[in-house]
């Protein structure tokens, strides 16, 4: 069985992306009553407030909770995680090291997905020690792919997957804020605005997922002294660029602080 620790947002969108095939087989620890009606009744699955239950059904144990409250969540599995048993960690910061050492077991995968996981389009990022088989590693590869598209990595550079992908949406989100207040502020109606910028959005990235640039859209777009260039103009003099590498450094750091 595959068991969630967590029954939030990151943990449903990975329940929606498995449970045609694997319903029966998913049990989720959750403490919000409501939570845990909604999620069975939605997704068919099995639910209980008990962690100690979910980890002594299941043998692939997926964490799907906040850093803050990992130390608390690993005290009280602990005891119970058996050699066969695989832990997924989806928590942001939490490194491979901190896990193996409070689970006392090497079969640990530490995962960063990504919100747009919850229409099965997101991009998760997998790292593991080598001791762990091919056939698991397939399992929870499986697993990540459901919900959109996976890469493996290295764990250093794990921090700088949740700043670039697992932050990234929002970020992008603020930019979408942008062009909206700014063709609201020009005299068009919110509505338009948005659907005007969020099309523009899904269009430009269907184009780069051709294997197009985005050095070379930019060009293509961008026409000498004309509108694309005068509005590049003003980001390159307030510093887009920097403000944006900034902001993923910082984002980067603070993983680092919460795994520490």
Do not use: W
């Amino acid at each position: 069985m595959i068991g969630f620790i967590g029954g939030g947002n990151m943990a449903e969108a990975i329940i929606k992306g498995i449970a045609d095939k694997h319903a029966r087989d998913i049990m989720v620890s959750e403490p919000r009553d409501e939570r845990r009606a909604y999620l069975e009744k939605t997704y068919k699955i099995k639910t209980t407030s008990n962690n100690k239950e979910v980890v002594n059904n299941c043998r692939i144990i997926l964490l799907a909770i906040k850093p803050q409250n990992m130390d608390e969540v690993t005290s009280e599995i602990s005891n119970m995680i058996s050699p066969d048993k695989i832990v997924v960690s989806i928590a942001a910061g939490i490194t491979l090291s901190y896990l193996s050492s409070r689970l006392k077991t090497s079969k640990i995968i530490r995962v960063m997905p990504n919100t747009p996981a919850i229409i099965q389009e997101g991009m998760s990022v997998m790292s593991m020690c080598e001791c762990i088989h091919d056939k698991e590693i397939g399992l929870i590869r499986d697993i990540f792919m459901s919900i959109g598209r996976l890469l493996v990595l290295p764990e250093k550079h794990m921090d700088t997957v949740t700043a670039l992908s697992g932050s990234g949406p929002a970020f992008i989100a603020l930019f979408l804020e942008a062009m909206i207040e700014g063709g609201v502020k020009m005299g068009l109606s919110k509505r338009d605005a948005f659907e005007l910028a969020v099309q523009t959005l899904l269009g430009t990235a269907k184009l780069l997922d051709t294997g197009m640039s985005p050095e070379k859209l930019r060009e293509m777009v961008t026409s000498p002294k004309g509108t694309t260039a005068a509005g590049l103009k003003v980001f390159q003099e307030k510093g887009f660029i920097d403000i944006v590498k900034d902001a993923l450094q910082a984002a980067a750091e603070r993983a680092k602080e919460l795994g520490r």
